[in-house]
Protein backbone atom coordinates (compact mmCIF):
# COMPACT_ATOMS: atom_id res chain seq x y z
CA UNK A 1 0.00 0.00 0.00
CA UNK A 2 2.72 2.52 0.77
CA UNK A 3 4.55 1.75 -2.63
CA UNK A 4 1.47 2.19 -4.28
CA UNK A 5 0.59 5.75 -2.65
CA UNK A 6 4.20 6.90 -3.29
CA UNK A 7 3.90 5.73 -7.28
CA UNK A 8 0.51 7.42 -7.52
CA UNK A 9 1.88 10.75 -5.85
CA UNK A 10 4.62 10.60 -8.06
CA UNK A 11 3.15 9.84 -11.05
CA UNK A 12 0.34 12.31 -10.55
CA UNK A 13 2.68 15.35 -9.32
CA UNK A 14 5.16 14.47 -12.68
CA UNK A 15 2.10 14.73 -14.78
CA UNK A 16 1.24 17.98 -13.19
CA UNK A 17 5.03 19.37 -13.83
CA UNK A 18 4.73 18.10 -17.29
CA UNK A 19 1.17 18.98 -18.51
CA UNK A 20 0.13 22.30 -16.14
CA UNK A 21 2.50 25.11 -17.00
CA UNK A 22 3.29 26.60 -13.62
CA UNK A 23 2.98 30.41 -15.17
CA UNK A 24 0.04 32.71 -16.80
CA UNK A 25 -3.54 31.57 -16.85
CA UNK A 26 -2.49 27.90 -15.33
CA UNK A 27 -0.94 28.76 -12.59
CA UNK A 28 -4.71 28.69 -11.13
CA UNK A 29 -5.14 25.30 -11.88
CA UNK A 30 -2.01 23.95 -11.02
CA UNK A 31 -2.29 25.26 -7.71
CA UNK A 32 -5.88 23.58 -7.16
CA UNK A 33 -4.45 20.44 -8.83
CA UNK A 34 -1.73 20.46 -6.09
CA UNK A 35 -3.87 21.19 -3.15
CA UNK A 36 -5.54 17.82 -4.03
CA UNK A 37 -2.46 15.75 -4.66
CA UNK A 38 -1.70 16.85 -1.18
CA UNK A 39 -5.23 16.02 -0.04
CA UNK A 40 -4.92 12.84 -1.33
CA UNK A 41 -1.38 11.68 -0.32
CA UNK A 42 -2.07 12.81 3.14
CA UNK A 43 -5.56 10.66 3.07
CA UNK A 44 -3.21 8.23 1.90
CA UNK A 45 -1.14 7.82 4.66
CA UNK A 46 -4.00 9.17 7.46
CA UNK A 47 -6.16 5.60 6.51
CA UNK A 48 -3.25 3.76 6.46
CA UNK A 49 -1.56 4.99 9.12
CA UNK A 50 -0.78 1.34 10.96
CA UNK A 51 1.38 0.88 7.62
CA UNK A 52 3.42 4.19 8.56
CA UNK A 53 3.74 3.75 12.10
CA UNK A 54 7.89 3.15 11.97
CA UNK A 55 8.04 6.55 10.09
CA UNK A 56 5.13 8.84 12.08
CA UNK A 57 4.49 9.71 15.66
CA UNK A 58 0.73 10.80 16.99
CA UNK A 59 1.82 14.07 16.80
CA UNK A 60 2.51 13.62 13.29
CA UNK A 61 -0.47 12.34 12.58
CA UNK A 62 -2.11 14.48 14.42
CA UNK A 63 -0.51 17.52 12.04
CA UNK A 64 -1.43 15.73 9.18
CA UNK A 65 -5.11 15.69 10.33
CA UNK A 66 -5.16 19.43 10.97
CA UNK A 67 -3.51 19.69 7.43
CA UNK A 68 -6.87 17.77 5.79
CA UNK A 69 -9.26 20.09 7.20
CA UNK A 70 -6.87 22.76 6.18
CA UNK A 71 -7.05 21.43 2.72
CA UNK A 72 -10.41 20.81 2.46
CA UNK A 73 -11.50 24.86 3.40
CA UNK A 74 -8.71 25.63 0.98
CA UNK A 75 -10.18 23.59 -1.80
CA UNK A 76 -13.91 24.24 -1.45
CA UNK A 77 -13.93 27.42 -3.21
CA UNK A 78 -12.11 25.17 -5.94
CA UNK A 79 -14.52 22.64 -6.10
CA UNK A 80 -17.52 23.03 -8.60
CA UNK A 81 -14.62 24.33 -11.06
CA UNK A 82 -12.77 21.27 -10.81
CA UNK A 83 -15.54 18.98 -11.15
CA UNK A 84 -16.91 21.07 -13.91
CA UNK A 85 -13.58 21.01 -15.61
CA UNK A 86 -14.71 17.38 -17.08
CA UNK A 87 -16.74 19.32 -18.97
CA UNK A 88 -20.19 17.37 -17.49
CA UNK A 89 -21.89 20.56 -15.85
CA UNK A 90 -24.18 19.97 -12.78
CA UNK A 91 -26.97 21.39 -15.36
CA UNK A 92 -26.13 18.41 -18.01
CA UNK A 93 -26.21 15.94 -14.95
CA UNK A 94 -29.42 16.92 -13.69
CA UNK A 95 -27.38 16.94 -10.78
CA UNK A 96 -28.72 19.06 -7.36
CA UNK A 97 -25.24 18.38 -5.55
CA UNK A 98 -22.80 20.98 -7.11
CA UNK A 99 -24.54 24.39 -5.56
CA UNK A 100 -21.85 26.92 -5.25
CA UNK A 101 -24.27 28.51 -2.94
CA UNK A 102 -23.92 25.48 -0.42
CA UNK A 103 -27.96 25.02 -0.18
CA UNK A 104 -27.41 21.29 -1.61
CA UNK A 105 -30.09 20.18 1.32
CA UNK A 106 -32.26 22.28 0.36
CA UNK A 107 -31.95 21.84 -3.74
CA UNK A 108 -32.01 17.98 -2.70
CA UNK A 109 -35.53 18.35 -0.63
CA UNK A 110 -37.28 20.60 -3.54
CA UNK A 111 -36.08 18.42 -6.04
CA UNK A 112 -37.49 15.20 -4.53
CA UNK A 113 -40.71 17.04 -3.61
CA UNK A 114 -41.22 16.98 -7.29
CA UNK A 115 -40.63 13.48 -7.38
CA UNK A 116 -43.98 11.48 -7.85
CA UNK A 117 -43.45 9.17 -5.27
CA UNK A 118 -43.78 11.97 -2.73
CA UNK A 119 -47.22 13.49 -4.09
CA UNK A 120 -49.08 12.08 -0.99
CA UNK A 121 -48.79 13.97 2.00
CA UNK A 122 -48.45 10.59 4.39
CA UNK A 123 -45.18 8.68 3.34
CA UNK A 124 -45.61 5.04 2.31
CA UNK A 125 -44.85 2.83 4.72
CA UNK A 126 -45.47 6.00 7.60
CA UNK A 127 -48.30 3.50 9.54
CA UNK A 128 -45.82 0.44 9.84
CA UNK A 129 -42.69 3.16 10.88
CA UNK A 130 -44.40 5.88 12.94
CA UNK A 131 -44.84 3.52 16.62
CA UNK A 132 -40.86 2.66 15.82
CA UNK A 133 -39.58 5.82 15.19
CA UNK A 134 -38.26 8.29 17.89
CA UNK A 135 -40.11 11.31 16.56
CA UNK A 136 -38.04 13.69 19.79
CA UNK A 137 -34.83 12.46 18.12
CA UNK A 138 -35.67 13.08 14.69
CA UNK A 139 -37.30 16.65 15.70
CA UNK A 140 -33.97 17.42 17.72
CA UNK A 141 -31.48 16.94 14.99
CA UNK A 142 -33.33 18.68 12.12
CA UNK A 143 -31.12 22.56 11.60
CA UNK A 144 -27.83 21.00 12.31
CA UNK A 145 -24.90 21.39 10.46
CA UNK A 146 -21.47 20.03 10.09
CA UNK A 147 -18.40 21.90 11.29
CA UNK A 148 -15.25 21.54 8.81
CA UNK A 149 -13.22 22.34 12.14
CA UNK A 150 -14.42 19.69 14.23
CA UNK A 151 -11.99 16.67 14.99
CA UNK A 152 -14.03 13.62 14.56
Not at 39 to 48: H, Q, S
Not at 76 to 97: N, Q
Amino acid sequence: MCHSAYVMARNNLLAIEEFVPSGGGDAPCRAALMRLLELRALLFVREDAADWMGLLTADALEEIFDRVCALLLEIRPDAVALCDAFGYTDYSLGSTLGRYDGNVYEAIYNEAKLSPLNKSTVMVGWDELKPILDLDFIKAGVGQRWEPAAKL
